[in-house]
């Protein structure tokens, strides 16, 4: 029970918003265009619904055996539903006449869509964890604006370490996914994010 209750708490589709929320508070410029935070916000959220929906329907109509998609031959329309949605927000994000996005918003965004077309190749063979890959990149990208700011918050990338921890603790005790497969997720959501932001992929 308390594997499946840290799986969905942490869910893959929900920690886009937690980055989101996350690089706001780290980013002292950010913090003067709150509306562009708000902006951002609805267009995470709405990626976060639209792509759980389309998984959901999925399984009802019996595409996927389960919402954990156990089976690796399953994986890649899921995968190829939640890129398509991401990639349409970028687009939305870059050309957007009503605000000016940050390049930070765009950097972050690019590390997400680059991280799950990397996983979407793998899967092919591999079956990565992609609850580890959100996990990676969410301290990818937090660390990459620390380092972006040489301003290190030790205190939250312990915490966000300990937090992926646990769903990788969960994931392997659910008989989800092996250990090579949660630590390989991590480590690539991790590089692909950071060094999105670090190298300012996004725009």
Same mark, same amino acid.
């Given at each position: 029970?308390?594997?499946?209750?840290?799986?969905?708490?942490?869910? +893959?589709? =929900?920690?886009? %918003? #937690?980055?989101? !929320?996350?690089?706001?508070? @780290?980013?002292?410029?950010?913090? *003067? &265009?709150?509306?562009?935070?708000?902006?951002?916000?609805?267009?995470?959220?709405?990626?976060?619904?639209?792509?759980?929906?389309?998984?959901?329907?999925?399984?009802?109509?019996?595409?996927?055996?389960?919402?954990?998609?156990?089976?690796?031959?399953?994986?890649?329309? +899921?995968? =190829?539903?939640? %890129? #398509?949605?991401? !990639?349409?927000?970028?687009? @939305?994000?870059?050309?957007?006449? *009503? &605000?000016?996005?940050?390049?930070?918003?765009?950097?972050?965004?690019?590390?997400?869509?680059?991280?799950?077309?990397?996983?979407?190749?793998?899967?092919?063979?591999?079956?990565?964890?992609?609850?580890?890959?959100?996990?990676?990149?969410?301290?990818?990208?937090?660390?990459?604006?620390?380092?972006?700011?040489?301003?290190? !918050?030790?205190?939250?990338?312990?915490?966000?370490?300990?937090? *992926?921890?646990?769903?990788?603790?969960?994931?392997?005790?659910?008989?989800?996914?092996?250990?090579?497969?949660?630590?390989?997720?991590?480590?690539?959501?991790?590089?692909?994010?950071?060094?999105?932001?670090?190298?300012?992929?996004?725009?």
């Amino acid at each position: 029970m308390w594997a499946k209750w840290i799986s969905g708490v942490f869910h +893959p589709l =929900v920690m886009p %918003l #937690a980055t989101l !929320v996350l690089v706001f508070a @780290l980013d002292p410029y950010l913090h *003067a &265009l709150p509306e562009v935070f708000m902006y951002m916000g609805v267009v995470v959220l709405v990626n976060t619904l639209a792509p759980a929906v389309s998984i959901y329907l999925l399984h009802r109509r019996g595409y996927l055996s389960d919402l954990d998609i156990r089976n690796r031959r399953e994986r890649t329309l +899921p995968f =190829v539903i939640v %890129l #398509a949605y991401f !990639v349409m927000t970028y687009v @939305l994000l870059v050309v957007s006449p *009503a &605000l000016y996005i940050p390049l930070i918003y765009l950097d972050m965004w690019m590390g997400l869509m680059a991280a799950i077309g990397l996983a979407l190749l793998i899967t092919r063979w591999f079956k990565i964890s992609m609850h580890m890959l959100a996990q990676g990149g969410v301290l990818g990208t937090v660390m990459a604006v620390q380092a972006i700011q040489m301003v290190p !918050v030790w205190q939250l990338n312990a915490v966000l370490m300990f937090i *992926a921890g646990w769903v990788g603790f969960a994931r392997i005790h659910m008989g989800v996914h092996r250990h090579v497969e949660v630590y390989s997720g991590y480590l690539l959501g991790f590089a692909v994010c950071f060094l999105s932001v670090v190298l300012g992929l996004g725009g």
